[in-house]
């Protein structure tokens, strides 16, 4: 059987309440008297209970996790989301938290589900769920989408910045006509690149050049050539990790840098473009839930909604030597 509190304070010969201040460093108990209870429960083998300590903050130790119920969604996308749920699981667990997950078509689920937030990582799910966790006081953690509940957390994930730091980068290197490949769809997240990317391009005065790919990427040889065609001496690879339009150019015959610059958005294995020298910015939406309990606290706090932004960088490759 587990050590209790009242095992230690027995042992010791004090109450449990001094015991719970002891093993706490609260109170004014004397020094020698403090280290004492320490080493008895030591001695016993003593470990806090942190259910029970959750249960006395009004905390169950459990994330809830929206997952959309669409069996179309495409095979990159549900990778994409399977990574968001590792993610979690693994944060959650370093954290001493469980994870339930709820499908985002039945926010009447909430009612009976024992959780402290709940987590939206992706905006393009139905949006239900959340204003029925708000009218019941959850907390709501999300990414990409401003959360403008009173205990709430934002957590923006640098996409828009990741943009538009390749558009500078490549313009400071002489590139006049940059061309844009996004995902053909209404993801958010590539909303956000497509908005940065027309909004850089108005603002400096530049045709826009964007190319759309489907989600298997059967287009993206056609997207590569169609944006070769327009003018285009660089290219934004919105949509890939880099590799595969590494190669769908290697194939073209042209050379990079020489012939054309390349900037490929990396959310996974950067290390490779980095072999490939393909110059590329790194975004971490992985980083996310670590983000969320780190801002736990202050999130649940109920002073306003709380925004917080994930790292990102650029590296450059030979693509911009």
Request: proline content about 5%; glycine content about 8%.
């Amino acid at each position: 059987m587990s050590v209790t509190l009242r095992d230690v304070a027995e042992r010791a010969g004090v109450s449990t309440a001094a015991t719970s201040q002891a093993l706490n460093d609260r109170g004014s108990l004397r020094p020698e008297t403090r280290a004492r209870i320490k080493a008895i429960a030591a001695e016993l083998g003593y470990t806090p209970n942190r259910n029970a300590a959750a249960l006395r903050r009004g905390r169950t130790l459990s994330i809830g996790f929206v997952m959309a119920e669409d069996a179309a969604v495409s095979r990159r996308r549900a990778v994409q989301r399977a990574r968001q749920l590792n993610a979690l699981v693994s944060a959650s667990a370093a954290n001493g938290f469980t994870v339930t997950v709820l499908p985002d078509s039945r926010p009447d689920l909430l009612a009976g589900a024992h959780i402290d937030v709940l987590y939206f990582s992706d905006p393009a799910d139905r949006r239900e769920i959340l204003h029925e966790a708000a009218s019941r006081g959850i907390p709501v953690v999300a990414s990409d989408l401003y959360v403008a509940s009173t205990s709430g957390l934002s957590i923006r994930t640098g996409y828009g910045d990741a943009v538009r730091a390749a558009l500078e980068l490549l313009a400071q290197t002489g590139a006049e006509r940059i061309g844009f490949i996004v995902d053909d769809g209404e993801i958010p997240r590539d909303q956000i690149g497509e908005s940065a990317y027309l909004a850089w391009t108005t603002v400096r005065s530049r045709p826009p050049l964007v190319a759309r790919v489907d989600a298997d990427r059967h287009r993206l040889a056609r997207c590569v050539r169609e944006l070769l065609e327009s003018g285009a001496d660089a290219i934004v690879a919105f949509c890939e990790e880099g590799p595969e339009i590494y190669l769908q150019l290697e194939a073209t015959g042209l050379v990079i840098p020489r012939d054309l610059q390349l900037i490929a958005l990396c959310t996974t294995d950067c290390a490779l473009n980095t072999r490939l020298g393909i110059s590329h910015v790194c975004v971490h939406p992985d980083a996310a839930p670590a983000l969320m309990f780190a801002a736990l606290d202050e999130a649940g706090a109920g002073d306003g909604p709380v925004v917080k932004d994930l790292p990102w960088e650029i590296v450059r490759g030979s693509t911009t030597r």
